[in-house]
Each structure stands twice: as structure tokens, then as C-alpha cells.
């Protein structure tokens, strides 16, 4: 097994703080920082620094699936979004009354919410920021 080397954990911690700060993740940034604040206190300790390089490579693990699995999130998100939107343009030029609520509860139904707000719920929680998109 490597030896854990101080800076080299603090650079994985530091960038893990980073994306969970990105991703807006309190409970993850406050758990990293817990542990870059062990990492500090430990940096003369060979053992304490190898058990904590677990606990690093865990934490810097869940912040990377976390990232994953948001950014997979925004495409099926979009898509969706998408659909809605087009469907309401089309229920719009033929006269219904509400066309937006006819299309989310339509689409709704297609993806497997049960109405067209358990969609929309969805859909804000999943939508994100086009500052993450376009870089």
C-alpha cells in the first residue's frame, strides 16, 4: 500500500469541497472539511495518515457519484422539459384552455408521474443551472 502523503490528501479534499460546493451539497462540504481539518492534526503520524487516507478516498468517492449522477439527471431532464414544451405549443394553436397543465399532466403520464405537478416537482429538482451545462 502507498503512503498517504499529507499534500497529496489535502489536494483530493480541496477538490471534493469544490464540487460539493458546486453541487450545493452542505452535509458533504462540512464532512470534508472535517476531515482536512484531521488530515492537518495528523500530517507528522505515518499511521494516522494512512488510516485516514481511506476515509478520504471514500469521501472524495461520494462526492464524485453524487456529481455523476446529478449531471446524468439534467439531460433526461431536459428532454422532458422539451417534450412539455412542445406539446403545449401544439395544445396552444388548437385553442385549449391551459394548454401548459394539459401537456405536463400528458407527459406526466408517459414518464410515469402520477400528474403533471409530481412532474414539474421533478423537473425543478432536476433541472440544472446552465452555468453547469456549458462548461
Do not use: C, Y
Request: charged share 35%.
Amino acid at each position: 500500500m502507498k503512503k498517504a502523503k499529507p499534500q497529496e490528501l489535502l489536494v483530493a479534499l480541496e477538490r471534493a469541497r469544490n464540487t460539493a460546493k458546486r453541487f450545493r451539497s452542505h452535509t458533504d462540504v462540512e464532512r470534508i472539511e472535517a476531515t482536512i481539518a484531521k488530515v492537518r492534526a495528523a500530517e507528522q503520524d505515518d499511521a494516522a495518515m494512512d488510516a485516514l487516507r481511506d476515509e478520504v478516498d471514500k469521501q472524495t468517492d461520494q462526492v464524485v457519484l453524487m456529481a455523476l449522477e446529478a449531471l446524468g439527471q439534467a439531460p433526461k431532464a431536459a428532454i422532458i422539459d422539451g417534450q412539455v414544451k412542445a406539446r403545449a405549443d401544439e395544445l396552444r394553436r388548437s385553442g385549449v384552455r391551459a394548454p401548459v397543465g394539459q401537456a405536463e399532466n400528458e407527459v406526466a403520464k408517459q414518464h410515469g408521474f402520477r400528474n403533471g405537478a409530481a412532474l414539474n416537482k421533478w423537473l425543478r429538482r432536476n433541472r440544472l443551472p446552465e452555468r453547469f451545462l456549458s462548461g
